[in-house]
């Protein structure tokens, strides 16, 4: 092992460059304080390993996005760990650039000589906001592609922002080249420009060392440790504090949220992520030609009180007394920023019609990503709906029963009753009022044998008392019936009306009309598809192709599934 | 680790060159915990592909016609198509290879289209009743057997099965060049 170092130190004189990292005096001793530089180090080096872990299975174009995604999160092993750190990562890069920067503040130690310490910070805090922007997209979800649409309206909203606006996303609409430039920006441009800043911030760092506590010399030299263990051990005791923080976020929440795939027609409750959020509250009270205000005049405002603070900064000491005023200015800059946050979060969790919304788009999100578990077409994330069995069977319904049949979105022929509040109550007492109505056999031959049944025979209240009869003849499926209505329907049925004489009730038995026994059910449907011209269904009437010999099965009870559907969940 | 017992002397009284070792021993112990966090998982995230099949589908008889579309001793060639996935992708009806089917004394038939010599696309001469690589002019009677030309071995029958009134095949690739017949 020593040989080994001795070879090693002869030629890269790593003995030399080890003391140089290790030995750092840090006059006044290691102290908690110092750990938030560190902690953003291992955070950011920690977000480039899991970003290139990420892209081992992500593919940034329109149509893969979404479904590489949802593949590396749901099928991947651990996928939805690692890219739920790498969200949440990145939360937690922007809590702890915060306490970085207090610290600094409270601390004075942006002062002479650690102004360009100050300035790579901010720059870099910049950054760490444009990885969030930037990285937010990547997923296509409906999230990302309407929070980034936000922002990309913001930038282009102010003056001269409009070039810019579509250099960045490469057109007038979002694209596969907003996903590549936006890739671009995050994985090469925005990691290098921030190792290079880093490099510089460590090194003016290391130029004028830690802002010690405000104490004699020789006090601070007699404390005076260096970096390793000391100060090194506290660091690394928070970055476990940080992971571990990390790692019970991610698992209570089972990794990043992945919404539904970007829909560029739907209209989602576009929310952008939480630290965003003081610029979208902003924007609510600066509305028109005041926008500039939220978008360029306030926040230009603050980035230009941070940038001079070190130049305006003339108190004696470095004492937080002997600097309140300007003290006071960074409070009531992150004050506003937690006000208008916690405005924007007590909005929105009062807001029905959001939260109604929000919960569409987890259920959206659930089904889509389940449908996605058979693959996504090459068409893109969006056409994973097109796994949708209900998809398929719509399709079939187009092609072998639209020419007679109407379905609800998507009209067809009148030749045969239509589907439209199928078995809902009011079909039922419609259907009874006038079968030779277009909408149910006024256009099949051959099934006008039924009369019409005006007001003036049959009155609404004892047509409600059958049509509940006929309801529960359908059993389990059509839902709850009362069943003192029932009854008296199905005397009035015997008796009164004499249905009975076309229309048996008894299963399999058969007469003029369809035995009514089980109408509606999923079953009946199946066995209508399959042959209506059964004696105890539509008998030689039937004027509907026998579809048990043209179609399969599993077509036969998609169909079957998607008609059943038609009937509405409370049917009245 | 020199004027540690200067600075910081050591209240319970412990050696400064110890409490030093063991602030190191500490820092790799966390270090280690804080990498096998992210370094655990990977492993199992970047390996998933060894252990699962991310290209797959086809592998099983693909419907390739109607059983009265091949007569006996008449060659039909036709596409083999199959849905497959490709990781998140589900492709629906791609072509995945070609055969030849016949019938052979009633028999049905199906042979790969791909020469087993290097990998030609074999056709059929008609006149003279025989299938004919065009690279290398290896030729094939009907059943298969190598009539001429470089082919180390017959053509590469499929398995083939036919059900109500479907014909179905199980395409698969051989390895080229070599006299047995090798699925690869």
Known sequence: MKALLDWLDERAGIRHLWSELADERIPGGARVRYVFGSVLVFLFLQQVVLGILLATYYSPSATDAWASTAYLNDRVTMGWFLRGLHHHGSSAMVVVTVLHFLQTAIAGAYRRPRELNWLSGLAMGGLVLAFALTGYLLPWDQKGYWATQVATGIMGSVPGGEPLRLLLQGGKEYGNLTLTRFYVLHVFVLPLALFALLGGHLALFRRHGVTPPELPKEELERRADRFFPSQLLLDVLAMAVMSAVLVGLTVSTHGAELYAPAQPASSFVARPEWYFLFLFQLLKFFDGPLQIIATVILPGAAATFLVALPFVDRAPTRSPRARLPLLGGVALLMGGVATLTAMALVEDSKNEKYQAGLEAAHAEATRARELAAAGVLPAGGDAVFENDPQVAARRLFQEHCATCHTLQGAPGGAEAPTFVAWRSRAWYRDLIRNARDPRFFGGAKGHDTMEPYPPEELSDERLTAVVEYLVSLTGAEGGTVDAALVETGRKLFADDLECNNCHEVKPGESADGPNLAGNGSRAWVERVIRDSAAPDLFGKSAGMPKFGKKLSDPDIAALADLITAQRPAAAK | ?184
Request: overall charge negative; proline content about 5%.
């Open chain 2, 1 to 184: 680790m020199n004027d540690g017992d200067e600075k910081q002397p050591g209240r319970d009284g412990a050696d400064p060159a110890r409490r030093d070792l063991l602030k190191t021993l500490g820092i790799g112990g966390v270090g280690a915990g804080l990498a096998a966090v992210v370094g655990g998982p990977a492993v199992l995230f970047v390996t998933y592909p060894l252990d699962h099949d991310t290209v797959s589908g086809g592998d099983g008889f693909l419907p390739v016609g109607r059983s009265d579309q091949f007569a006996d001793g008449v060659p039909v060639k036709v596409d083999v198509l199959a849905d497959r996935r490709d990781a998140w992708n589900r492709v629906v009806q791609v072509k995945v290879g070609s055969a030849w089917v016949l019938r052979d004394g009633g028999v049905l038939r199906a042979y790969s289209t791909v020469c087993p010599h290097l990998g030609c696309a074999v056709d059929i001469d008609d006149e003279a009743h025989k299938f004919k690589c065009p690279c290398h002019r290896s030729a094939f009677t009907f059943a298969g057997a190598v009539e001429g030309g470089p082919s180390p071995r017959g053509m590469d029958s499929l398995e083939v099965q036919e059900t109500g009134g479907l014909v179905a095949l199980r395409y698969q690739r051989f390895r080229q060049g070599v006299a047995a017949k090798e699925v690869i």
